[in-house]
T-cell receptor, first 116, second 113 residues
Framework: AQSVTQLGSHVSVSEGALVLLRCNYS??????LFWYVQYPNQGLQLLLKYTSAATLVKGINGFEAEFKKSETSFHLTKPSAHMSDAAEYFCAVRKAGGTSYGKLTFGQGTILTVHP | EAGVTQFPSHSVIEKGQTVTLRCDPISGHDNLYWYRRVMGKEIKFLLHFVKESKQDESGMPNNRFLAERTGGTYSTLKVQPAELEDSGVYFC???????????FGPGTRLLVL
């Protein structure tokens, strides 16, 4: 069974500060990992994904994440927060094969607040 | 190209009533997924269609939920009869291939009173 844990349901940063959203996963088979963002009144939008290529993945809007197998982590970072980054962020895992390998398993979500 | 669309955006019904949610995937996407987020909880998988066939329905909570995808295009999710615990946001997503990115719709916010 797969699971995802996002540490911190709320993260607050100042504009221009580093953004770090934590995600740890467990999976019995090699996983694919994703970060999605949901802006108010919108659907989930893919920020970036790891699919067993480079361990450092760059996404949209200046975000990146590093897959660390030894730590079972896939933390999301952005060097400098912008007000427009305020949203809810979801980490998700999907199996790379086997049964039920289409479905995404999500973490609880982290609401990012950016204050001036 | 139009994204995934869902209808209605909001629905308020009373316990015991029936509600039908609709999802129109991106054109050409064979894979269609339903997810649900109950307030305060994580987004959870409900089921997965490949064209008109149910590939995986392991997340469907009980037999009050019925999903269909006639002709392999749009999908409907019917809840009958609705219970209080069915309240939440129902998301639909689609992908072209199984390994491809899942694109999500804006969700339907269901409130059962």
């Amino acid at each position: 069974a797969q699971s995802v844990t996002q540490l911190g349901s709320h993260v607050s940063v100042s504009e221009g500060a580093l953004v770090l959203l934590r995600c740890n996963y467990s999976s019995s088979v090699p996983p694919y990992l994703f970060w999605y963002v949901q802006y108010p009144n919108q659907g989930l939008q893919l920020l970036l994904k790891y699919t067993s290529a480079a361990t450092l993945v760059k996404g949209i809007n200046g975000f990146e994440a590093e897959f660390k197998k030894s730590e079972t982590s896939f933390h999301l970072t952005k060097p400098s927060a912008h007000m427009s980054d305020a949203a809810e962020y979801f980490c998700a895992v999907r199996k790379a094969g086997g049964t039920s390998y289409g479905k995404l398993t999500f973490g609880q979500g982290t609401i990012l607040t950016v204050h001036p | 190209e139009a994204g995934v669309t869902q209808f209605p955006s909001h629905s308020v019904i009373e316990k015991g009533q029936t509600v039908t949610l609709r999802c129109d995937p991106i054109s050409g996407h064979d894979n269609l997924y339903w997810y649900r987020r109950v307030m305060g909880k994580e987004i959870k998988f409900l089921l997965h269609f490949v064209k008109e066939s149910k590939q995986d329905e392991s997340g469907m909570p009980n037999n009050r939920f019925l999903a269909e995808r006639t002709g392999g295009t749009y999908s409907t999710l019917k809840v009958q009869p609705a219970e209080l615990e069915d309240s939440g946001v129902y998301f639909c997503a689609s992908s072209q291939g199984l390994q491809e990115t899942q694109y999500f719709g804006p969700g339907t916010r269901l409130l059962v009173l």
